[in-house]
């Protein structure tokens, strides 16, 4: 049963805040920076935690090309992968929302967070973070996903409806 | 011994010219496109070969950050990656050069090939392929990297400095 309306409050997004969900993407993060290249280059690694090997799971690199969210709108449902992290890189950079819960048994409507990626940040969902599909802002627009590909199906649905969830950018 | 200066020719990158090498990773290539989050997304899958995972390698995603090469200039070597493919995503988009030969013995420097991704492309080296280090232009610029992370080194590098290999942007 709904009781009321909840409306999300939106945050910045930033490493620590969005650490139990997973990594934020964004330039000069990651480990110390080596210089390679004879001095052409300088390589920041592993900017966020890819974890798509699991259980015979393959690196994928796609593009998902969005449709902007009308705003404000009213969250339908969150999901989940156990199995792998799931990273997401508007290409080229624009702000976004994600709307996130921490891993563990379906969330309630107060264990929703929303944040604003900026322009020139990504993010990377750990292994079953729920989280809502990609809410494109402005005119859409295309991001690079990395995601564990596998023949199996690890995607787990949680509705939204009753919960009356909102939001607006 | 030196004969001569060998003067690369710059081709556009294109997906059929560069199949020998890897893919070209730009918007709308791939697998047909699903639909995907209430019809808010189109999702194309494989827009590259990611092949990380050998020998117990793990996906990496990683940043590259690039000065410009002056040019002309005289390519001092090519390297290759045996167990693992590497793709370069300039981030954001901007122009650079790809310098490479195909798998097997070291090239001769009639073997090079060099081609110019325009803004929006990506390339993806298959594993084995030989590939002068990042060349970016203009003002150089960041390039986000997937590539197979292991305890192992795979990198094995071969001098171009008797060939008098030269290249011009």
Not at 34 to 53: K, M, P, S
Not at 86 to 98: N, S
Not at 140 to 165: K, M, N, P, Y
Request: contains cysteine; negative net charge; glycine residues 10%.
């Amino acid at each position: 049963m709904t009781v009321g309306q909840h409306w999300l409050t939106v945050e910045p997004l930033e490493a620590r805040a969005f650490a139990p969900f997973g990594d934020v993407i964004e330039a000069g993060r990651g480990a110390a920076p080596r210089t390679i290249n004879e001095g052409f280059a300088q390589r920041f690694d592993a900017l966020a935690r890819l974890d798509v090997g699991r259980d015979g799971g393959q690196a994928m690199l796609s593009l998902f090309r969005a449709k902007p969210r009308p705003m404000p709108f009213q969250l339908r449902l969150v999901e989940r992968h156990l199995r792998g992290s799931q990273a997401f890189i508007p290409y080229p950079p624009q702000r976004f929302l994600v709307v996130i819960a921490p891993p563990g048994p379906a969330p309630t409507r107060e264990q929703l967070r929303c944040f604003m990626a900026s322009e020139g940040q990504g993010v990377n969902y750990a292994a079953g973070t729920w989280h809502h599909p990609l809410i494109a802002l402005d005119d859409g627009g295309d991001f690079l996903v990395i995601d564990r590909h596998a023949d199996d199906d690890d995607c787990e649905e949680h509705s939204l409806l009753e919960a009356g969830v909102w939001v607006k950018a």
